[in-house]
């Protein structure tokens, strides 16, 4: 059996094992896990440092501790990531939010008009629509994915944000989420919690379609679609190329594959007047705009993180 520690030394040997492989964040990693496996906050680690941890919590920490030294994220390990203040979680086939992504938020909020309604296409964890839906009480969207794990998972973070009852999910590729809505559109099952609830905006029947248009289009189209060109993928770190999901990573053979697709149907799916924003990577910006002019867009342009990088392009639909 192995020998009774206290907290204190529980979080400082790991701190030390992580810091000997390299780990710049081995102190921050060390207390947040340890505090995980324990069930403390910041606070209790420091006023509880000297009691003793059982075997059984030790041999828990133990696991956390060689799932951050294969690679994995703190995040991912306890299970959320703090995004836009907000807390969202995670799973397997959500990306873990990026710091980043909170810019094309600051943007959305910006542009949606009161009462406005706007789409994220690849929701992944619903960071996106349901930090705009916290700020903004007066606006509503629909948020979808491809994959119905990503689906499930928003759902329950709408759900604890206290967004659920404006944000509609919808499941499949890009603009055909929305053309494929249920059989009985006026119903719409909230895969995270097995419910039906009513949808006010459609009739049963109808279809969302750009000729359609049956809720008169959105104010704004969002995403932050998967844009790493597939060889740049694995040569990524082992943090972000083996737990991040693949599929919200690779943006085909140059990067700008979800791009093309979403230039190319966004008009129909907008009102007059609405606009684009999309996330992309930093030598992106030439390429993104120009498939949005070649659309026919107007008034685009390039917007810069905190870093100064190229983050998000932002295009008109007149
Ligand atoms: C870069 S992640 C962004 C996730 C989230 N919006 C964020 O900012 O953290 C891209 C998302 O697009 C989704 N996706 C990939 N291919 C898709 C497709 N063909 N149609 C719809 N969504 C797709 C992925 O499942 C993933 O959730």
Request: hydrophobic residues 40%; glycine residues 12%.
């Amino acid at each position: 059996m192995s020998e009774a520690v206290t907290v204190s030394a529980l979080w400082r040997g790991w701190r030390d094992q992580l810091s000997q492989r390299g780990f710049a964040t081995a102190t921050l990693d060390a207390k947040i896990l340890v505090g995980h496996a324990l069930g403390f906050d910041t606070l209790q680690l420091a006023v509880r440092e000297s009691e003793l941890v059982s075997s059984l919590l030790t041999s828990t920490v133990t696991e956390l501790m060689q799932r951050r030294l294969s690679g994995e994220s703190v995040a991912r390990i306890v299970g959320h990531k703090e995004f836009y203040g907000l807390d969202f979680a995670l799973n397997e086939a959500t990306l873990e939010p990026r710091p980043d992504t909170e810019l094309l938020v600051d943007l959305a909020l910006k542009a949606l008009p009161v009462g406005g309604r706007f789409v994220d296409l690849g929701t992944g964890s619903g960071c996106i629509p349901i930090s705009v839906l916290v700020n903004r009480p007066d606006a509503s969207g629909v948020a979808s994915d491809i994959n119905p794990r990503a689906l499930q998972m928003a759902g329950r973070n709408a759900e604890r944000n206290g967004v659920s009852g404006r944000l509609e999910f919808l499941q499949g590729d890009w603009f055909g989420a929305l053309a494929e809505r249920p059989r009985h559109p006026n119903r719409i099952r909230n895969r995270a919690f097995g419910e039906l609830r009513a949808d006010p905006g459609s009739r049963p029947g109808q279809a969302l379609s750009p000729e359609g248009r049956g809720e008169e289009g959105f104010d704004l189209i969002l995403s932050n679609p998967p844009y790493i060109s597939s060889e740049i993928v694995e040569t990524l770190s082992p943090e972000v190329k083996n737990f991040d999901p693949r599929l919200a990573l690779d943006g085909g053979p140059d990067g700008l594959g979800p791009y093309r697709i979403i230039a190319a149907e966004a008009a129909g799916w907008l009102k007059a007047g609405g606009a684009v924003l999309v996330e992309i990577g930093y030598d992106q910006g030439a390429a993104v705009s120009a498939l949005f002019a070649g659309a026919g867009f107007e008034r685009i342009s390039v917007e810069k993180d905190l870093a100064g990088l190229d983050r998000v392009v932002s295009a008109h639909h007149i």
